[in-house]
């Protein structure tokens, strides 16, 4: 008698029946990257979901990437596991007010973090994510003033990096990393005095000051792959363990979160499952389905994003 197939190899069927491709955030379970295809940050994802071939990308991640790869990737179906994977900072930051700001100020440059919606995309003039915030607001002339949104944190950051004063700071911020505590770090570093800090910039300010190196997902796991025979606190969603054990099996990684617990799991990343990602895949849905006009609208600022070098 034959072993029923595990889900790990029913998706591996349905992959190779639907020509689909499975790109996967740092943030999703370790099992999840396990099967995927490709592991990145949001600037990463947003790239392979341009080049990706095949006929659908299964998009394990938060809902506004999967739009991200939808503009990009007009072609494809784009479905995520769960639907309800949003975001803090989306939710935050409702277009209407972003409309009544551009006719208010046409002559002001909005910048948009990419967690935000595709509506707010359409919206922009240049998108970021936290790996190149610094280098796009870098990219705008200097008497040029900006509104940097939605996230208030990385907003900040941006600005004592740029040291720019005409930038307006939209006050969105994560659901997980505006909880972490400097207080907590500060035990920490007392706990493991070798250990180096390493933060992401949604985390506050706080945070940040007490901060070895501070960068997106894939810019953590790169800058720890380089300092592999040390040992790290991590102020970040703690999915990226994963990947941080596979370029640095020897070191240590010490998780900091907020008052009462030590866990910092985004609660919506880590509604896809495997089971969920199966399901997607025999279905396809749920579905991103976007209109024409708004691909056109958001990807006006996408492609200038991908064009800063
Ligand atoms: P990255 O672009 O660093 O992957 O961050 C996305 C995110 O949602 C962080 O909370
Ligand atoms: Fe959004 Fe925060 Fe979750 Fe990232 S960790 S997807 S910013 S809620």
């Given amino acids: ?17 639907r020509r689909a491709i499975i790109l996967a955030h740092h943030y999703q379970d370790a099992e999840i990257q ?36 939808k503009v990009l990737s007009p072609s494809r179906v784009v479905i995520v596991p769960d639907q309800n994977a949003s975001c803090s900072l989306v939710e935050g930051c409702p277009v209407e007010p972003i409309r009544e700001y551009r006719r208010r100020h046409p002559d002001h440059v909005i ?25 796009i607001v870098n990219s ?19 600005k004592r990096e740029t040291g720019r004063e005409n930038l307006k700071i939209w006050q969105g911020s994560c659901i997980v990393h505006n909880t972490f505590p400097v207080r907590r770090l500060l035990e920490a570093k ?14 506050p300010e706080a945070v940040l000051e007490h901060s070895d190196f501070i960068g997106s997902t894939s810019a953590i796991v790169d800058y720890v792959a380089a300092h592999a025979r040390r040992d790290f606190i991590v102020m970040t969603e703690s999915g990226v363990n994963f990947s941080l054990e596979r370029v640095a099996p020897t070191s240590k990684f010490h998780y900091v979160a ?18 969920k990602l199966r399901d997607s895949l025999r279905t396809l849905t749920p579905r ?5 006009d708004l691909i056109a609208k958001a990807l006006l600022p996408l492609e200038r994003m991908l064009a800063v070098k």
């Fill in 190 to 203: 007392a706990l493991y005095p070798s250990a180096i800090v390493v933060s992401h910039p949604e985390c």
């Fill in 288 to 292: 991103v389905e976007l209109s024409a």
């Fill in 111 to 135: 910048v948009s973090y990419i967690n935000t919606s595709i509506e707010v995309k359409a919206e922009s003039d240049l998108l970021c994510t936290s790996r190149n915030a610094v280098k």
């Fill in 1 to 17: 008698m034959t072993a029923a197939p595990t889900i790990a190899e029913e998706i591996l069927d349905l992959k190779r029946e």
């Fill in 34 to 69: 396990e099967i995927a295809d490709f592991t990145g940050d949001s600037l990463e994802l947003a790239r392979a979901a341009r080049d990706a071939e095949g006929d659908v990308i299964a998009f394990c991640g938060v809902w506004f990437m999967a739009e991200t790869a």
């Fill in 258 to 275: 907020n008052e009462n617990c030590n866990c910092s799991e985004c609660p919506f990343m880590r509604l896809n499952t495997l089971e």
């Fill in 140 to 158: 705008i002339p200097a008497d040029k003033t900006v509104l940097f949104l939605p996230d208030r944190n990385l907003g900040n950051y941006v």
